[in-house]
């Protein structure tokens, strides 16, 4: 059924013929993953073992009963960068090289007006070293209770009301109980054994090892203290330096913790007489994410960790602080994070099918709400723990292992971060502050001088992708295929804007927000050119290509339409920026006008890729870039002929039409190119966003049937050693969200903002509700729904203290339910 399991052994609970259940302790509403049997081996990490994380640290869990292997993560761990390469200057041209750059690019541009096709077949250009290294493991913990011969009863489970990973199971004559979390208010994870009946535990060892972990170089460990083990290590030789602090803590009367120094540079902690024992790991490094600037030459370095981490193990471990104290705070901050909204698909929860299991039986179209509540469940589960620390999610979450991932498990920047945080506004999750601290402080700085050096553009930054301020193309020769995308600023900026525009935070707003709107409009302003092959008076982008799509032409729809969105987004922020600079917003206005808006229909009924219409009906690449204005971008879906208008005069009906087309043939994500989820995923936002339900769920099933694994983690390939991606497990629930919500955005503020109810909703969810979706402009919603005749049963809009006043319309079914203008405090049931 699954490509992926092609002559592997089918599912992990195939050995388990007994009924089965649940555990006891399983969240009663359902809202957790389990298993029978442990996690398979290292070759199976993204397949199997469960994901724990604060944001700082991650960890993954393999679930084995006698010896837990926990591998962990440090959300700053990378190789290369300026800390592996003296030479590395973030892939820019040489200052010295800006007017010969600049003479270049206008060859490039006018070889690009001129061409008989519209296109050329090379433009890139790169700069300095790569170097940008990856993202590197952090070794592994092995917790070893000296127990032999066979074990039963055996459960594993992630409780998603928790946020904590629990096992259970017997050998021997004594019940075992385990149990990881980390914690974000200390920073820490914690790892606890103990009995059922508080009886002694056999000897237990703790130790660390990097052998699974290929390519980090060995590490140092030894004992800090009689109960806490010290590793210090590089993630590359030379490199990043690493620190954890792993402290133990038994109870029992005679309970004994001994470190002790074993073989060359190695400690291992004995527990011996303790009835309940717990391990308490700090983790850091030398990154610091302030020094990416010039006035500490782009170096990222920060100070040695160690005295930061004795000053986070101390309080997390002081006697004060009791085990059942810190759990209990952790559960509670992640609750005050997660339940602010709530979801039901009228699931019924399954308490006898272990999730692997349910995952496998699971089929396209046919479906299974409680699976797909759960991956919903999960995917706000995993962003709760990985990016709430000083970096954003990278392309893994913060969960990797090894010195080298796939794309480096980088900060790429041309759909996947952006799609990291799709859902997180509309289901009021707080957690993208490290994301714009990331722009500010590590794309600004060195972008300037790409803007500079590569663009010969004064103001403003811009980035291509990835760490360490690596903000020049990556390569050479023709990589416009992979490389070139100098718009995911612009795409970025949507998500700043969004940020204001569904908190109304306006103090944020002036300090973060508008400077970084700002700089990029800047950027942008000054790169956009008069099109010099259809002479029509407009201004574009030249050279452009699509995200990782040749061909390399003028005027590509998806830069165009992110543009006009962000320009739309600096003329409604300047009111509330404090800035008093109109001439910018006036060339912003003026620019916005006269601008190519990106939407033109083909010859066979397209929306165009580009402004040259060359588009192949047979292409199934990937990426919609074309479409980023359909979902998540309001330039399609919204299209407006009174500020849009091109020659042809469109109306908003033939977009759509062409837009639909254009859609139908990309096909279902499982083209020649890639078999991805977070394709997937995205066809099923852009078919909701078209009220197609039917389409919407097909390509939301399938993606969750084809690139899933058993621990719902999503896959972009199959197979042992399967290459782990996090894009799905967010775009998962941003577009089952746009299923039963829709908010898009206007162009400007005096527009009427509409909100639309259930407009794709699946026949297999005949009954639901939502509760506190977060809305723009400081209002919130809860409604539900039921079978028909019923169908929406109610709809409550609340404002903030704090809301905005404006006109917004609710539409069900294509029908205005209620057209009101918000209010401050206002509360009102319109169904
Ligand atoms: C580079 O920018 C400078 C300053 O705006 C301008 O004078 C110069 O003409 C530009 N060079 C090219 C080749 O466009
Ligand atoms: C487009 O024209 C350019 C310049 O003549 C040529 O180099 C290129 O191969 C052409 N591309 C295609 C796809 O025909
Ligand atoms: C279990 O208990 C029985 C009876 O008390 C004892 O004989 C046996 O050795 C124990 N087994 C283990 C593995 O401790
Ligand atoms: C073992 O640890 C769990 C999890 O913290 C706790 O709920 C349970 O009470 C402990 N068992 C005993 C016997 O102390
Ligand atoms: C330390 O020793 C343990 C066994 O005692 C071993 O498993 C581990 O790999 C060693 N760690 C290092 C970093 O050498
Ligand atoms: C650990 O060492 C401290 C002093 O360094 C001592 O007071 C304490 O008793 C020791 N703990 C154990 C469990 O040996
Ligand atoms: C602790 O050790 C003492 C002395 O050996 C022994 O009498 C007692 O039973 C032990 N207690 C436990 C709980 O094992
Ligand atoms: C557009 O104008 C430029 C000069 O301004 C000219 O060279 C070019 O031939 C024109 N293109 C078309 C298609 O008319
Ligand atoms: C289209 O834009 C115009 C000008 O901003 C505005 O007055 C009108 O309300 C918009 N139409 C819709 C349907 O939003
Ligand atoms: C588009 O609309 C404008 C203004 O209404 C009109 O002058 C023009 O002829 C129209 N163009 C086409 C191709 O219909
Ligand atoms: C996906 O598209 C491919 C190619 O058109 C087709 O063979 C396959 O049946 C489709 N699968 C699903 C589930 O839509
Ligand atoms: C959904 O899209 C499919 C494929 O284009 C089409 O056959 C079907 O009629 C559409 N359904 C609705 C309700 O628009």
Redesign the pocket.
């Known amino acids: 059924m699954h490509l992926r399991r092609a002559g592997v052994a089918v599912g992990l609970g195939s050995a388990i013929s007994a009924a089965v259940a649940a555990p006891p302790a399983f969240p009663a509403s359902g809202n957790g993953i389990w298993y029978t049997q442990p996690g398979r081996d290292f070759d199976f990490w993204a397949d199997d073992w469960l994901p724990v994380g604060n944001g700082y640290l991650a960890a993954m869990v393999n679930g084995q009963a006698a010896q837990e292997v926990t591998q962990l993560n440090i959300e700053s761990l990378w190789s290369g960068g300026p800390f592996q390469d003296p030479t590395y200057n973030g892939g820019n041209k040489a200052a010295s090289d800006q007017a010969t750059v600049a003479q270049e690019m206008q060859v490039i541009r006018q070889a690009i007006f001129q061409s008989p096709n519209g296109t050329i077949d090379s433009a890139s250009t790169s700069g300095g070293p790569l170097s940008i290294g990856s993202y590197v493991g952090a070794g592994y913990l092995l917790a070893t209770l000296d127990l032999s011969g066979g074990f039963s009863d055996f459960v594993r489970w992630l409780d998603l009301d928790a946020a904590v990973q629990r096992t259970s199971w017997t050998q021997g004559n004594a019940s075992f109980f385990r149990e990881t979390f980390c914690s974000h208010p200390t920073q820490a994870c914690v790892q606890r054994i103990n009995t059922t009946d508080a009886s002694t535990l056999p000897a237990l060892t703790y130790a660390y090892s990097v052998d699974a972990e290929s390519g980090i170089p060995i590490p140092t460990v030894s004992c800090f203290d009689n109960s806490t083990l010290q590793i210090t290590g590089t993630a590359s030789s030379p490199g990043m330096a690493f620190e954890i602090l792993a402290r133990v803590s038994a109870s029992g009367t005679n309970a004994s913790i001994v470190c002790a120094p074993t073989g060359t540079n190695n400690a291992t902690i004995s527990v011996s007489g303790a009835s309940d024992a717990f391990i308490t790991w700090v983790g850091g490094t030398d990154y610091d994410a302030d020094a990416g600037d010039a006035v500490h030459s782009f170096s990222f370095k920060g100070a040695d960790p160690h005295d930061a981490l004795v000053a986070l193990i101390e309080p997390a471990t002081a006697s004060a602080t009791t085990y059942d104290g810190a759990l209990a705070a952790h559960i509670a901050d992640y609750a005050g994070l997660i339940t602010k909204f709530e979801l039901d698909l009228g699931q019924t929860p399954d308490f006898a099918t272990p999730t692997d299991q349910l995952h496998d039986a699971y089929q396209t179209d046919v479906g299974n709400p409680y699976l797909e509540w759960l991956l919903f469940n999960f995917g706000r589960y995993l962003l709760a723990g990985s990016a709430r620390g000083t970096l954003p999610a990278n392309l893994q979450g913060k969960w990797a292992k090894d010195d080298s991932n796939p794309w480096s498990a980088d900060y790429h920047s041309n759909i996947n971060i952006q799609m990291n945080y799709w859902f997180a506004e509309l289901t009021g999750m707080d957690v993208v502050t490290p994301l714009f601290d990331y722009f500010e402080k590590t794309w600004a700085p060195r972008g300037a001088l790409t803007a500079q050096y590569l663009y010969n553009i004064s103001e403003g930054w811009v980035t291509h992708n990835e760490i360490f301020g690596h903000t020049g193309m990556k390569g050479g020769g023709n990589t416009a295929s992979w490389a070139d995308y100098p718009e995911s600023n612009a795409w970025m900026m949507l998500h700043v804007w969004d940020h204001f525009d569904f908190t109304q935070d306006s103090d944020w707003f002036k300090a973060q927000g508008w400077p970084l709107l700002k700089s990029v409009a800047q950027f942008h302003l000054q790169k956009l050119v008069p099109d010099e092959r259809f002479n029509d008076s407009t201004l574009v982008v030249n050279p452009c290509n699509s995200p990782e799509q040749v061909p390399i032409t003028l005027g590509c729809a998806h830069a165009q339409q992110l543009i006009w969105q962000l320009f739309n987004a600096i003329d409604k922020g300047f009111a509330i920026s404090g800035d008093t600079d109109t001439a910018f917003l006036d060339e912003v206005r003026a620019k916005r006008e006269q601008m190519d808006k990106g939407i033109h229909i083909g010859s066979w009924g397209q929306l165009q890729e580009w402004k040259v219409d060359m588009d192949s009906p047979t292409d199934t690449h990937r990426h919609l870039s074309h479409l980023v204005g359909l979902y998540p971008g309001y330039a399609v879906s919204g299209y407006n002929a009174t500020v849009q208008a091109t020659a042809e005069n469109y109306t908003h009906d033939e977009v759509i039409a062409a837009a639909?087309t254009s859609l139908?043939h990309r096909g279902n994500g499982t083209g020649p190119d890639a078999d991805s989820g977070w394709e997937k995923v995205w066809r099923a936002a852009c078919?909701a966003q078209?009220?197609?339900?039917?389409?919407f769920y097909h390509e939301l099933t399938y993606a969750l049937e084809r690139n899933f694994a058993p621990n719902l983690f999503s896959l972009y390939s199959q197979g042992e050693g399967a290459i782990f991606q996090i894009d799905a497990n967010f775009g998962f629930p941003a577009a089952l969200l746009n299923g039963l919500i829709q908010v898009p955005d206007v162009a400007t503020t005096g527009d009427i903002y509409t909100v639309f109810i259930l407009p794709a909703l699946p026949s297999n969810w005949p009954s639901g509700s939502i509760k506190n979706a977060r809305l723009r402009g400081g209002i919130s919603i809860e409604f539900s729904w039921a079978p028909a005749p019923q169908g929406l049963t109610s709809l409550k809009v609340s404002a903030e203290s704090f809301a905005a006043r404006r006109r917004v319309r609710f539409v069900h079914k294509g029908q205005t339910i209620k057209e009101i203008t918000t209010s401050p405090g206002m509360s009102v049931n319109l169904v």
């Open positions: 639909t139908i078919w078209l009220q197609n339900a039917t389409e």
